[in-house]
Structures are given as structure tokens and as C-alpha cells.
């Protein structure tokens, strides 16, 4: 009668490990999907950076090319941009004022968007960041 104390023990550690492994496996697509959508916010902000270097006045049209370049449900709401000037030595001043070494104003946009990603395991959500930052003169 040994072998009828071992019945069932492969069917035991089965029903044990099968959780663990089956919420490892979820957590590791969570993070491959939270990932995709952050590459995907990425490339959608540099489409919108394209955008600004044809026109960077136009701000309503880059938020669109934002929006149009991504299937993760974000609006334009989600997307800001933001035109700072730098003088040659890199200072950073207010655009239209004269440089210290009466240098040029360089002008420069960022484009930021922001993905709210609900996690399929914890049900918590995890807001995703993209930004890219372009001269535009």
C-alpha cells in the first residue's frame, strides 16, 4: 500500500503552483502591454513634433496629430505643449528678450502626453508619460 499514500500528490501541487503561475504570467502581460502603450504614446508625441516643425504656432493641430497617431484612447486634453527660448550658452530666458551675449533667441517646444493605463491584475491605474522636446527656430 506505499504507493496509494502518493496518489493524487501531482494533482495537490497542481492545484498550489497553478495561482502562482497563472498571476506571474498576468503580471508579466500587464507589463508588456503598459510598455506597448508607452511606446505607442512615444511615437505619437514625435508625430506631433513633426507637426511643430511645420508649424509650431499651430498648437490646436499638433495635439490632433498627437491624437490621431495613437489608438490608446487619449484626446487632446491629454497633450500639452510648451514653447520656451534658450541664448546660445544654453541660459534659458523669456522669448523675445535679448541674450546676455546679445545672441538670438532659440525657440523650442515641448510636447508632453499623458496615458492614464488601468492594470489588469491590481485593477489600479498608472498614469504613462511621453514627452519630446524640438527647436522650432
Known amino acids: ?22 498571476t506571474a504570467l498576468v503580471g508579466i502581460v500587464d507589463y508588456g502591454l503598459a510598455m506597448y502603450n508607452k511606446m505607442e504614446l512615444m511615437g505619437a508625441v514625435r508625430a506631433g513634433a513633426q507637426v511643430a516643425l511645420i508649424d509650431y504656432t499651430n498648437t490646436s493641430a499638433i495635439k490632433q496629430a498627437v491624437v490621431d497617431s495613437t489608438n490608446s484612447g487619449i484626446t487632446t486634453s491629454d497633450v500639452t505643449t510648451t514653447q520656451f527660448c534658450k541664448c546660445a550658452d544654453g541660459s534659458t530666458i523669456t522669448c ?30 498608472v498614469d504613462l508619460d511621453a514627452s519630446t522636446t524640438i527647436r522650432t527656430q
Request: charged share 10%; proline share 2%.
Open 96 to 125: 523675445g528678450n535679448t541674450c546676455a551675449d546679445s545672441s538670438s533667441n532659440r525657440y523650442f517646444m515641448t510636447i508632453s502626453a499623458t496615458q492614464t493605463y488601468t492594470l489588469l491584475l491590481l485593477g489600479t491605474t
Open 1 to 22: 500500500w506505499s504507493w496509494a499514500c502518493d496518489r493524487g500528490a501531482a494533482a495537490v501541487e497542481f492545484a498550489i503552483l497553478t495561482p502562482i503561475v497563472v
